[in-house]
């Protein structure tokens, strides 16, 4: 958040709020699905069913050994721009927030068919990393990996920020926002594949989407701990392979019109008919 006026600090003042606080009779009403920001007070909050979606790019601690400060800025307002695009186009998308490179998107998914979209974005996500990469390449920079987690569970919607001066913000929390981020984080290391899936997630998914992930098992190997998939939009990736396809035939007819002709040349007919 931005700060709009300084203020000198107050020990006293503080105290006096910290006590506010501690001794205020907050409520915090349970609720299937995600009420608008308004209805949140300084007092209040709301416990709410809800999915988790994360993506942030593999090792990006490399990227300025590799890249000049404006060509970083390039590669991560678009990569930037895009993840909220995508996340944003999800009708269920209630909050987006950005931290470094990770990109965290809140979505409102009381029905299982909803549970099924916020799936499908996460498989755009993925798509649109293939898309950025393509981009990258083209103008020579490095490209990236990212990984993608999701999960669905509990999390306390609440008001914080310092009360009255207009600083303040809607956070998140609980383990359905720390497991997202945790899967999200295994996503494209070593052998994982890009999207990592809760349990509770792939539970609540149709057959086809099932079928599109693997399961992850832990040390016993009794049953999985979570499942993953290198799952991708079918429509995004057609309009890829396409593109790819027209600057290939561009390439090639650019290369036939500056190729030497090695001193030949026709001859012309003697005579016109």
Same mark, same amino acid.
């Given at each position: ?6 203020? #000198?600090?107050?020990?006293?003042d ?7 606080? &501690?001794?205020? /009779?907050?409520?915090?009403e ?21 999915? #988790? ?7 990006? #601690? ?10 970083? =800025?390039?590669?991560?307002?678009s ?10 186009? $999800? ?9 470094? $490179?990770?990109v ?19 498989a ?7 898309? &950025?990469?393509?981009? &990258? ?7 990236i ?6 999960d ?6 609440m ?5 009255? #001066? =207009?600083?303040?913000?809607?956070i998140?929390? =609980?383990?359905?926002?720390n497991?997202? /981020? ?10 994982? *594949? ?17 079928? &599109? ?5 832990g ?15 079918i429509e ?5 392979e396409?593109? *790819?396809?027209?600057d290939?035939?561009?390439n090639?007819?650019t ?5 030497p ?8 007919? *003697?005579?016109?008919?």
């Amino acid at each position: 958040m931005e700060t709009k006026i300084t203020n #000198s600090y107050a020990v006293a003042d503080s105290n006096t709020r910290i006590k506010e606080i &501690l001794d205020s /009779s907050e409520s915090f009403e349970e609720l299937n699905s995600i009420p608008g920001r308004e209805k949140l007070t300084y007092s209040n909050g709301f416990y709410v069913n809800c999915t #988790s979606v994360f993506i942030d790019i593999r090792d990006s #601690s490399q990227l300025p050994q590799k890249h000049t400060r404006p060509v970083l =800025g390039k590669i991560y307002r678009s990569y930037l721009s895009e993840c909220v695009a995508v996340m944003n186009s $999800d009708p269920n998308c209630r909050e987006i927030i950005i931290t470094g $490179d990770s990109v965290h998107g809140i979505m409102n998914t009381p029905l299982q068919s909803h549970i099924n979209m916020a799936f499908s974005t996460a498989a755009r996500l993925n798509s649109l990393v293939m898309i &950025l990469n393509w981009r &990258l390449e083209q103008k020579g920079y490095t490209t990236i990996r990212c990984g993608i987690g999701i999960d669905y569970g509990r999390a306390l919607m609440m008001k914080a920020g310092y009360k009255g #001066s =207009g600083l303040n913000d809607v956070i998140w929390m =609980g383990d359905v926002v720390n497991q997202a /981020s945790k899967l999200c984080h295994q996503g494209n290391k070593e052998i994982r *594949k890009p999207l990592q899936v809760s349990a509770c997630i792939y539970d609540n998914l149709n057959e086809h989407n099932k079928n &599109l992930l693997s399961p992850v098992y832990g040390g016993l190997g009794l049953s999985p701990m979570h499942y993953e998939g290198d799952v991708i939009n079918i429509e995004m990736n057609d309009w890829l392979e396409k593109e *790819k396809g027209n600057d290939r035939l561009i390439n090639l007819l650019t290369a036939s019109l500056t190729t030497p002709s090695l001193g030949l040349l026709a001859r012309k007919p *003697k005579h016109w008919i």
